[in-house]
């Protein structure tokens, strides 16, 4: 009974000491033990995917294709590279391809082998923009014509004739371009494009209001509005109407 008395007196000197109203304990881990060590579990957030499409970098392939019936002798070309009127009106007042914040690093490759393909050919040479100023120094000739721009070359998606290309699946009459383009330099992955006809006219197409494009790549739209030009998507395969707003733009399969 006294030693139940001096237990009883100790414990309340202790929580006077502690100033609380109940017995101090110490956590006592072992067999031995009322008290269990605590455990800590593990969290797991969910994760959210993010919802913006990353735009394409570095050098991607990238084709351009405008349809356009014409006639034996006629030659298509494009001009393009960012918006000068209203994404980067600065580039108004340049006057070099090279040094041009509108211009776009691309390389022209090969489409096919054989004489179809050799105007195309010839004035892929040296072609280095895809730039607002027609031809530029150093680009290649074609006997004694000179290009007006990045050139374009007749395909038709008949197998055996002149003119075949394996990315055409329209028809006949569809002018293409392959390129290698710097994504980078376009504005956040896309681009003006404009075409030019020779023998017809003054031979810039009309300018155009383009429309919701169909397609697999059509699955973002351009983060601007041109008034004048087509709007291509860089890294991916965009066909065009000559002088309507129609419009198709497809991943490479």
Not at 108 to 135: C, I, M, N, Q
Not at 192 to 197: F, H
Not at 224 to 251: L, M, P, Q
Request: with cysteine; net charge negative.
């Amino acid at each position: 009974m006294l030693l139940r008395l001096l237990l009883v007196a100790n414990v309340g000197w202790l929580a006077l000491v502690a100033g609380q109203n109940e017995i101090p304990t110490v956590p006592c881990y072992g067999p031995d033990c009322l008290v269990t060590e605590p455990t800590t579990e593990m969290t797991t957030l969910p994760t959210t995917e993010s919802t913006t499409t990353p735009r394409p970098a570095g050098i991607r392939r990238t084709v351009v294709v405008i349809f356009k019936a014409t006639t034996i002798g006629q030659d298509m070309f494009i001009q393009g590279g960012v918006n000068k009127e209203t994404v980067r009106p600065s580039c108004t007042s340049d006057v070099n391809a090279e040094t041009s914040d509108c211009s776009i690093s691309i390389n022209a490759t090969s489409l096919g082998t054989g004489p179809h393909w050799a105007k195309y050919d010839a004035w892929r040479e040296g072609d280095t923009k895809l730039d607002w100023f027609g031809v530029q120094p150093g680009q290649g000739i074609y006997e004694t014509y000179v290009a007006y721009g990045t050139p374009l070359a007749w395909t038709t998606n008949a197998p055996g004739e002149n003119g075949y290309q394996q990315l055409n699946t329209w028809g006949p009459n569809n002018w293409m371009v392959d390129l290698q383009m710097n994504c980078d330099e376009t504005e956040n992955g896309w681009f003006d494009v404009k075409a030019y006809l020779t023998l017809s006219g003054s031979g810039y197409e009309s300018d155009i209001q383009q429309s919701t494009c169909t397609g697999t790549g059509a699955d973002v739209p351009p983060p601007y509005t041109s008034n004048k030009n087509h709007v291509a998507r860089c890294g991916y395969i965009n066909r065009f109407y000559f002088g309507t707003g129609d419009c198709e733009i497809n991943a490479f399969q």
